[in-house]
């Protein structure tokens, strides 16, 4: 379990440097800042996590987390130039990102002996947090803030992974579909434009 959810971790922490790379191209940031985005995108909801936990903090033991964020955002930055249109890809990686370290932070939950409840809103902290920094550092309102779907499909990946496990359904299985769900939630709500109802009321409502 434990070196499953490396992988996982080294994969989110790639893909996520990824998102936070390209926002800050887009945002005409140096590399310098390029490559901070990049790591409080990739780290941020981990660290948070383990903060939490009281626990050491994921990334400060691990070397390899840190060569993938330097290999997502050197990675963005040579092919910036191939990229026309800065939206998609940020989006994908987002999502993939939001599958992946979702799954995580249920999993150390779980581990931690936590209700299901307080597994799958770690799982949310681990999954949307890392997002929620990126954008507040570049001046952004936070996707997680806004009626996207995006918290909402990490909550939905990690109740299903636990109800994959109490259906005792073996790994990798009960890892791959959740992450695979929840990836797929947020590009399915971001391409059919689904999106929560706001609370704001127009003036002629009022």
Known sequence: MITIIEYINVSGSFVFAI????????????????????????VGGGTLRDILLAKEVFWLYNTSMLYAVLAGAILAMVLKNRLDFFSKPMFFYDALG?????????????QNQLDNSIC???????????GVLRDVMVNRIPVIFK?????????LGGFLYLLLLKLNIPNPYSQIIP???????????????VSLPTIYKKKHDQ
């Open 179 to 193: 992450v695979i769900f929840t990836i797929l939630i947020r590009l399915a709500a971001v391409y059919f434009k």
């Open 120 to 130: 799958i809103l770690l799982g949310t902290v681990t999954g949307v947090f890392g």
């Open 19 to 42: 998102s936070g790379a390209l926002i800050a191209i887009k945002k005409r940031l140096d590399p310098f800042g390029v490559l901070i985005v990049a790591f409080i995108t990739a």
């Open 98 to 110: 939001l599958g992946l370290f979702t799954i995580t932070g249920v999993q150390i939950g779980l």
């Open 147 to 155: 009626k996207e779907i995006y918290a909402t499909a990490s909550i």
